[in-house]
């Protein structure tokens, strides 16, 4: 009898040893939703604009309502992400050296908030487009991209884009690439309209 005990005894012990030698729980990090993105394709914005520019086809372009004032001044909404590129056009009267000043100190007030920000230079002689881009980078940036166009001497554009949640740049950045490839986009077939 007392084989028996003993048997069960070393039985269940070998049990509660190989049960307790699963791995201890541990929570999984903290997940994002999958983003799925649409096809690139572009249309015109041809308008009596000073400017005009291609944008995709899943934005839309609407006046912006914070600046009633400016009839050349447009937001590029792409509602699926919940972002805004916001374009101002200014007409150059000789003040150009002040709306340059502007755009630096606009992008300069992400400074606190940024790890880098990365210019890169827009020159096309045939379209007369000269400028500068900003990346913008770290996770709480409030405007990960921002740029300025101008053709010196009649033409002045600034675009900023914005998501309109709390930024997390980290989770939003596959967004942001698609939309900055946009945004150049934009760039790239901006022509000036001729008065």
Not at 25 to 33: D, L, T, W
Not at 80 to 88: D, K, V, W, Y
Not at 154 to 181: E, K, M, T
Request: aromatic share 14%; glycine share 2%; hydrophobic share 35%.
């Amino acid at each position: 009898m007392m084989d028996k005990s003993r048997n069960i005894v070393v039985l269940l012990v070998f049990i509660l040893a190989t049960l307790s030698c699963e791995q201890p729980y541990s929570p999984k990090p903290k997940g994002y939703f999958r983003i799925d993105l649409p096809e690139k394709a572009y249309v015109d914005y041809d308008s009596t604009f000073p400017y005009q520019f291609q944008y995709p086809v899943y934005a839309s372009v609407t006046n912006d309502p914070h600046s009633p004032n400016e009839k050349y001044w447009v937001n590029i909404e792409f509602k699926q992400f919940n972002a805004t590129l916001h374009l101002s056009y200014k007409e150059v009267e000789g003040n150009l050296i002040e709306y340059l000043e502007d755009a630096h100190m606009l992008v300069t007030k992400h400074i606190p908030k940024a790890d880098a920000i990365d210019d890169s230079l827009i020159e096309n002689r045939d379209r007369q487009v000269f400028g500068l881009t900003y990346k913008i980078e770290g996770s709480n940036a409030a405007s990960p991209y921002q740029f300025f166009v101008t053709d010196s001497a009649s033409h002045f554009v600034r675009g900023a884009l914005y998501f309109n949640s709390r930024p997390n740049n980290d989770s939003l950045q596959p967004v942001i690439n698609f939309l900055v490839d946009d945004i150049e986009h934009l760039i790239n077939t901006l022509h000036w309209n001729t008065k």
